[in-house]
């Protein structure tokens, strides 16, 4: 299995629904190691109703974990970010860096609602990109608009990325034995891959799962494009 990286997941200890303890982030960071993750991008919730991590918090747990990585023999690299669910203080809350984009660049992980009508959704992306940033769909599979084939077609049309989650692969085939979450990725329609992993206690690192029919089903230009070029482009900005 090639070296990959994990562009969503929620693994920094005590910030929201993710990893409790600093003990649990250590055993999903040596899990994450066995997997041949070698990168993750740490994106706890930000949800004015519900998850308000304050970017200092995230600065400080990086920070923590990063020493605690050095002194367990931990050797994976961690970068800051946040998955920020769309309202309309966003935009205010990413200009004045009380919302985290990726890695300091202008791409931001945005979430909505699973049952969100196909015009907020749109009216969302387009308003992140008008005000410079990058969005980028987290789970983009979650929303029942997109399973409308024009739909989605269009997002795809206007060049919105799109992230799926690695278990999503895990799922039930299709009546020709591939789902549709498979296709896409396969036809290269999807633009990342992330875990969402939320520690040990809950949604667990299932990537080496995903990965082995990623290696035998994916041409390795898609898998190149996806879990390392895409990436590369936010970490380097």
Same mark, same amino acid.
């Given at each position: 299995?090639?070296?990959?990286?994990?562009?969503?997941? *929620?693994?920094?200890?005590?910030? =929201?629904?993710?990893?409790?303890?600093?003990?649990?982030?250590? =055993?999903?960071?040596?899990?994450?190691?066995?997997?041949? &993750?070698?990168?993750?991008?740490?994106?706890?919730?930000?949800?004015?109703?519900?998850?308000? +991590?304050?970017?200092?918090? &995230?600065?400080?747990?990086?920070?923590? +974990?990063?020493?605690?990585? !050095?002194?367990?023999?931990?050797? &994976?690299?961690?970068?800051?970010?946040?998955?920020?669910?769309?309202?309309? /203080?966003?935009?205010?809350?990413?200009?004045?860096?009380? !919302?985290?984009?990726?890695?300091?660049? $202008? %791409?931001?992980?945005?979430? %909505?609602?699973? =049952?969100?009508?196909?015009?907020?959704?749109?009216? /969302?992306?387009?308003?992140? $990109?008008?005000?410079?940033?990058?969005?980028? &769909? !987290?789970?983009?599979? $979650?929303?029942?608009?997109?399973?409308?084939?024009?739909?989605?077609?269009?997002? #795809? *049309?206007?060049?919105?990325?799109?992230?799926?989650?690695?278990? @999503?692969?895990?799922? #039930?085939?299709?009546?020709?034995?591939?789902?549709?979450?498979?296709?896409?990725?396969?036809?290269?329609? +999807?633009?990342?891959?992330?875990?969402?992993?939320? /520690? @040990?206690?809950? $949604?667990?690192?299932?990537?080496?799962?995903?990965?082995?029919?990623?290696?035998?089903?994916?041409?390795?230009?898609?898998?190149?494009?996806?879990?390392?070029?895409?990436?590369? #482009?936010?970490? %380097? /900005?």
């Amino acid at each position: 299995m090639a070296l990959i990286t994990d562009m969503h997941c *929620h693994i920094l200890p005590g910030l =929201d629904d993710g990893s409790l303890t600093m003990e649990e982030t250590l =055993d999903t960071l040596r899990e994450a190691k066995r997997q041949q &993750i070698d990168r993750l991008i740490v994106t706890p919730h930000f949800h004015p109703q519900r998850y308000v +991590v304050k970017a200092g918090d &995230i600065h400080h747990a990086v920070r923590l +974990v990063r020493e605690a990585c !050095a002194q367990e023999g931990i050797g &994976i690299s961690i970068y800051e970010g946040q998955e920020c669910y769309y309202y309309s /203080g966003l935009v205010e809350q990413l200009d004045t860096g009380q !919302a985290l984009t990726l890695c300091g660049t $202008r %791409f931001v992980l945005v979430e %909505f609602d699973p =049952d969100v009508p196909y015009s907020f959704l749109q009216n /969302g992306l387009h308003t992140l $990109r008008q005000s410079g940033y990058v969005p980028i &769909i !987290a789970h983009f599979e $979650r929303y029942e608009c997109l399973y409308n084939e024009r739909h989605f077609a269009e997002i #795809r *049309h206007q060049q919105f990325l799109l992230q799926m989650n690695f278990d @999503t692969l895990l799922g #039930r085939r299709g009546l020709f034995g591939e789902s549709r979450w498979q296709k896409l990725v396969r036809k290269g329609m +999807v633009d990342y891959l992330g875990s969402d992993c939320h /520690g @040990t206690h809950f $949604r667990p690192l299932q990537v080496d799962k995903a990965m082995r029919w990623i290696e035998k089903k994916v041409d390795p230009s898609v898998q190149t494009r996806m879990l390392k070029s895409n990436v590369d #482009r936010i970490i %380097f /900005g």
